[in-house]
């Protein structure tokens, strides 16, 4: 994810803002950079890679001066690269600019001011920003930042500074965090804690659509429309390691949190009044005749969110899809042609496995398509079509947001697909678009429920066993929340089809058994109903995530704890329900004492087979 500093004081900025993005190492990055004002001009140097790069470029060069802005990019509109990396400048240099977030609009105002006469040296939707402040420039900079931020949707916080008014910064908000820090003769901006922690501890939290103006003795407030507004400050008391973590104990709770952002973004640009627009999906409806089979190869997380993409794409484009996991695919000899369409999905982009399946497939002379969390990652350069999922780092090695957001984009290929297919009506694709939109809020509601179901994990932590039973898409979700629950509590879990219970796995069932159970699909609750009264019949203890509207069932038939999801469509409930499990698994190896973060023989990245 990207990260923000920007200094305004009496001290040289360039150490500060180095410092203070090093700090915000952690949330991951590819590039960095620094403008700096100093003698009349912006002065400005950006780099690919490491901080350390940048660091070398500013021994041989620095740059002097106290007021300045810094950024670390995470890529997601143009690979890693010294010219995309921020600030980006106005084509005077009078102006530069850094951003986080996505700007949805960037295409439609790019175009505006290249026939305007603006020309663009990057790929990014960041650059349109430096080039409407200019455009809206006519000496006075939070006028034409104020303008221009009516121009933009998506998400943003921004830094800016302008060389005709050197003692200034200013800061905007819309749905992208951004802090203001409060020191003495000297005033911070920031995209995170850590990055000012050792310089102050007063802090502003901007809210949506909020400007603050920075000197180095005075922060001022203003709504969108320019009108000053007072603000209550905050005083950090976390220390630095926490801070990293925003306040949380572990990355991963930190990570299960931001999953409302995470899968605003992956829809932000993608859902639009003329419905799905997947603008790096470049299949065509003619690729499409022409393809005959497609597989769906993964590992891990990536391989369960696959498995929701085979629901979804048999379901709306009626296409067969073969599933496999990477390490099997590889040494199987599958049946690849030219008219295979391959689906990879890979949070890093560079697991091995999932690299080995698209060589041998691309030399069958397959079509790939990936699914990836890292632009410009190996599986990214690799693929003909991507779809980012725009989730923002995962630092913990147990995949979450990640998680979400790929069944997001599953889902939204599967309409993709259908529409080229002629089988989405406009009705459906409108009903099921809505439906995603709202996730969000479902999401909301089971971190609601985040200390029931710590509740339920302590007063259960010495179990041996734990399964998870569901059909459909809620089996789907459970073979997601049993590796959850294995990879970081170090329990043994098994998830089961519920229908397969009888088959078999009952006989593991016991007085005292925990069993998660998934039922949030209505076609088939009455049947899992009765699958809970079998197990309740045997002394299981039950925990079910399942709709408000089939609570009451759920609690006449003895359920210990009932989580319901309200107001969704059934193929967006694996969404909201993997979390009450990502939750109980958290929850359970904390309860066990586990080091949550880094379970012991795991690698976030399994660059290796
Ligand atoms: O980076 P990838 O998505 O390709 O990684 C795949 C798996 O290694 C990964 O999902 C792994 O299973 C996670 N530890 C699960 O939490």
Same mark, same amino acid.
């Given at each position: ?60 060069? *620095? ?94 916080? !921004? ?17 992208? *965090? ?61 220390? *630095? ?39 790096? +999906? ?14 769906? +190869? ?21 296409? *067969? ?46 079509? +790939? ?198 107001? !969704? ?41």
């Amino acid at each position: 994810m990207c990260g923000i500093v920007g200094y305004v004081g009496d001290r040289q900025a360039q150490d500060i803002l180095v410092n203070g993005l090093e700090k915000l190492e952690y949330r991951g990055y590819d590039s960095a950079g620094l403008a700096v004002f100093d003698e009349g001009k912006i002065d400005y140097q950006k780099k690919k890679g490491r901080i350390q790069q940048l660091k070398e470029v500013l021994d041989e060069k *620095p740059l002097a001066g106290s007021v300045g802005i810094g950024h670390t990019r995470w890529a997601t509109h143009g690979e890693p690269s010294d010219v995309n990396a921020h600030p980006h400048v106005s084509s005077d240099e009078k102006i530069a600019v850094v951003h986080n977030g996505i700007i949805e609009n960037y295409m439609e105002l790019k175009d505006k001011l290249i026939k305007e006469g603006y020309e663009f040296q990057s790929d990014t939707d960041t650059e349109v920003v430096a080039h409407l402040l200019d455009s809206y420039y006519d000496g006075d900079i939070f006028e034409a930042a104020k303008k221009t931020a009516k121009d933009l949707k998506g998400s943003y916080s !921004l830094g800016i500074m302008s060389s005709d008014d050197p003692d200034k910064l200013i800061a905007i908000r819309k749905n992208s *965090p951004l802090i203001i820090g409060m020191g003495e003769n000297e005033n911070f901006i920031a995209s995170d804690v850590p990055a000012i922690l050792e310089h102050t501890r007063n802090i502003y939290y901007l809210d949506n659509d909020e400007i603050a103006v920075l000197t180095k003795d005075s922060v001022d407030f203003y709504d969108e429309d320019g009108n000053s507004i007072e603000k209550k400050e905050t005083v950090i008391t976390w220390d *630095p390691e926490d801070a990293e973590k925003g306040g949380y104990p572990y990355f991963m709770l930190k990570e299960i949190n931001e999953q409302p952002k995470a899968i605003e973004d992956t829809l932000i640009g993608r859902i639009t009044e003329d419905g799905i627009k997947l603008d790096d +999906v470049i299949i065509t409806k003619e690729d499409l005749d022409k393809i005959d089979h497609v597989h769906i +190869v993964a590992c891990g997380t990536a391989y369960n969110a696959g498995l929701l993409g085979k629901a979804f794409i048999e379901k709306y484009a009626r296409i *067969p899809i073969e599933i496999e996991t990477a390490s099997e695919y590889r040494y199987k000899d599958p049946i690849i042609t030219e008219n295979t369409l391959l689906i990879v999905l890979s949070q890093s982009g560079e697991t091995a496995d999932t690299l080995a399946a698209i060589d041998i497939a691309k030399k069958a002379g397959a079509r +790939v398509l990936a699914i990836t969390n890292v632009v410009g990652s190996s599986v990214a350069r690799e693929a003909d079509d991507i779809l980012y999922t725009n989730a923002g780092p995962e630092i913990a090695v147990a995949s979450t947001k990640a998680y979400v957001t790929q069944v997001a984009c599953m889902l939204l290929i599967a309409l993709h697909l259908a529409k080229l297919k002629g089988l989405l009506s406009e009705e459906d694709q409108k009903r099921i678009a809505e439906s995603l939109l709202n996730s969000p809020k479902q999401i909301e509601e089971a971190l609601e429920a985040s200390e029931e179901i710590e509740e339920f994990a302590y007063e259960n932590k010495d179990l041996h066993d734990v399964y998870l039973i569901g059909r459909g898409l809620d089996y789907d979700s459970c073979i997601e929340g049993s590796l959850k629950i294995k990879e970081i509590s170090y329990v043994h879990s098994e998830s089961f089809s519920a229908g397969e219970l009888k088959h078999g796995p009952i006989a593991l069932v016991e007085d005292g058994t925990v069993l998660l159970v998934v039922a949030t699909q209505d076609k088939t609750f009455d049947k899992l109903l009765s699958n809970i009264l079998e197990v309740r019949s045997r002394g299981a203890k039950v925990l079910a995530i399942a709709q408000e509207k089939h609570r009451d069932a759920l609690e006449k038939a003895g359920v210990e704890k009932v989580f319901c999801i309200t107001d !969704l469509e059934d193929d967006i409930a694996p969404i909201p329900a993997v979390v009450y499990l990502q939750l109980f698994a958290y929850y359970l190896a904390v309860a066990r004492g586990c080091d949550v973060d880094k379970p012991k023989n795991l690698a976030k990245s399994v660059t290796v087979e």
